[in-house]
T-cell receptor, first 110, second 115 residues
C-alpha cells in the first residue's frame, strides 16, 4: 500500500519562499505529482517527478529523492493567489491509480 | 495542457432521484478515466477506475450498484449516482492521463447537493 504524509497547514508572507514537504512509504513507486487546489475548484497539475533531482518551472520547483521517499514543492516570490491546498500524489509501479496525501493548506499573508 | 471537461458543474436534486455526471477528454483519447469524490476540507478519494469498453473497477467500500459508471467511448465516461441521498452530497471530480501518459488532468468537478 501507500502512505503519504504532508503538513496540514502552512503560513507564509507575500514575496517570500516556502517549501512544502511530502514523505511517502510505498510498495511500488513510479513517480510523484504535485497539484494545486483552490477552494471549491478541482486540482490543477503543477509537476511530475520520476527521477531524483530538482525540476524548475517558473516560480515553482519540485524535488524528489526516491531513496529517501521524500519530495518537496518550492514556491518562490509568493503571491496572495498562491493561497491554496497543495496535494502530493504517488503513482504506483503499475497502473495509473494515484494515491493522494491529505494536502497542505497554504495561507499567504501580507 | 490537455483538457478534461465535466457536466454539469452544479446539480441540486431531491433525495431518491438519480443524477448523471459526464466527463469528457476534449483533445485526447482516454482509455482510462478516474472518478474521485471530495468532502469539504478532505483530500481526494478515488471511487473507481473507468475503463473504455469494459467494466469499471471500484475501490473498496464503493457500491457499484449505486455509482454506475459507463465508459462508452474513448472520450466520454459517465457516473450516475442512483437513488441519491443527502450523504451523497459531495464534489465529484474525474481525471484522465494525457497522451504522454505522464500527466493526469482533472475535470473542473461537479458539485452535487441532495436535498
Amino acid at each position: 500500500g501507500q502512505n503519504i504524509d504532508q503538513p496540514t497547514e502552512m503560513t507564509a508572507t507575500e514575496g517570500a519562499i516556502v517549501q512544502i514537504n511530502c514523505t511517502y512509504q510505498t510498495s511500488g513507486f513510479n513517480g510523484l505529482f504535485w497539484y494545486q487546489q483552490h477552494a471549491g475548484e478541482a486540482p490543477t497539475f503543477l509537476s511530475y517527478n520520476v527521477l531524483d533531482g530538482l525540476e524548475e518551472k517558473g516560480r515553482f520547483s519540485s524535488f524528489l529523492s526516491r531513496s529517501k521517499g521524500y519530495s518537496y514543492l518550492l514556491l518562490k516570490e509568493l503571491q496572495m493567489k498562491d493561497s491554496a491546498s497543495y496535494l502530493c500524489a504517488v503513482r504506483p509501479r503499475e497502473g495509473n491509480k494515484l494515491t493522494f496525501g491529505t494536502g497542505t493548506q497554504l495561507k499567504v499573508e501580507l | 495542457g490537455a483538457v478534461v471537461s465535466q457536466h454539469p458543474s452544479w446539480v441540486i436534486c431531491k433525495s431518491g432521484t438519480s443524477v448523471k455526471i459526464e466527463c469528457r477528454s476534449l483533445d485526447f483519447q482516454a482509455t482510462t478515466m478516474f472518478w474521485y469524490r471530495q468532502f469539504p476540507k478532505q483530500s481526494l478519494m478515488l471511487m473507481a477506475t473507468s475503463n473504455e469498453g469494459s467494466k469499471a473497477t471500484y475501490e473498496q467500500g464503493v457500491e457499484k450498484d449505486k455509482f454506475l459508471i459507463n465508459h462508452a467511448s474513448l472520450t466520454l465516461s459517465t457516473l450516475t449516482v442512483t437513488s441519491a441521498h443527502p450523504e451523497d452530497s459531495s464534489f465529484y471530480i474525474c481525471s484522465a492521463f494525457a497522451g504522454d501518459g505522464e500527466t493526469q488532468y482533472f475535470g473542473p468537478g461537479t458539485r452535487l447537493l441532495v436535498l
